[in-house]
T-cell receptor
Framework: DAMVIQNPRYQVTQFGKPVTLSCSQT?????MYWYQQKSSQAPKLLFH???????NEADTPDNFQSRRPNTSFCFLDIRSPGLGDAAMYLC????????????FGPGTRLTVT | AQKITQTQPGMFVQEKEAVTLDCTYD???????LFWYKQPSSGEMIFLIY??????QNATEGRYSLNFQKARKSANLVISASQLGDSAMYFCAMRERTQGGSEKLVFGKGTKLTVNP
């Protein structure tokens, strides 16, 4: 059974057109993360939620926003996608922060045309 | 800031052989954790194994083992009896404290493993 679900798996959007990526989890984990992974690079953390507390990475562009309406769901909003935002976006969860493994979803591959 | 180094962009191994993927790290923390993840071409990151800095024994999970050498700051992943399905990208990662007081994973650049039949 899928534990971290991401929809859609593939998303195509136009330059400047807002897009929302979705993540849900059935693990009841407290922490949810969003990573950006560009081609042939390591995943890079954009931000994460510890319960309802939002934690933004210092170098995450303002163009990226996130919402977590409840424990199970977390959304990544890209307000005005640029060509440089084309990447794989990975959602992950962990039971708590710290020495716990993170469980990743299958990712959403975003293409910007 | 912590740093993870994976010096092998690509590795090849014959099916049923063992292979070692290198990972070195740099940290000034006394307490830290090291993780290995596998990423097949489908994109999903799969947790493989974890080693805590205070663990006295090397971690093992089935065919995966971690050769942890604390003084050398290395945490190499050993895959025994390689299978064709092991072909994937492998990332070494370390947890790092965030500005908000929580924690995140910092990943190395990865090693692409190809298992030949």
């Amino acid at each position: 059974d899928a534990m971290v679900i991401q929809n859609p798996r593939y998303q195509v959007t136009q330059f400047g057109k807002p897009v929302t990526l979705s993540c849900s989890q059935t693990l009841n984990h407290n922490v949810m993360y969003w990573y950006q992974q560009k081609s042939s690079q390591a995943p890079k953390l954009l931000f994460h939620y510890y319960d309802k507390d939002f934690n933004n990475e210092a170098d995450t562009p303002d163009n990226f926003q996130s919402r977590r309406p409840n424990t199970s769901f977390c959304f990544l909003d890209i307000r005005s996608p640029g060509l440089g935002d084309a990447a794989m976006y990975l959602c992950a969860t962990s039971r708590e922060a710290g020495l716990y493994e993170q469980y990743f979803g299958p990712g959403t591959r975003l293409t910007v045309t | 800031a912590q740093k993870i180094t994976q010096t092998q962009p690509g590795m090849f191994v014959q099916e049923k052989e063992a292979v070692t993927l290198d990972c070195t790290y740099d940290t000034s923390d006394q307490s830290y954790g090291l993780f290995w993840y596998k990423q097949p071409s489908s994109g999903e990151m799969i947790f493989l194994i974890y080693q805590g800095s205070y663990d006295e024994q090397n971690a093992t999970e089935g065919r995966y083992s971690l050769n942890f050498q604390k003084a050398r700051k290395s945490a190499n992943l050993v895959i025994s009896a390689s299978q064709l399905g092991d072909s994937a990208m492998y990332f070494c990662a370390m947890r790092e404290r965030t500005q908000g007081g929580s924690e995140k994973l910092v990943f190395g650049k990865g090693t692409k493993l190809t298992v030949n039949p």
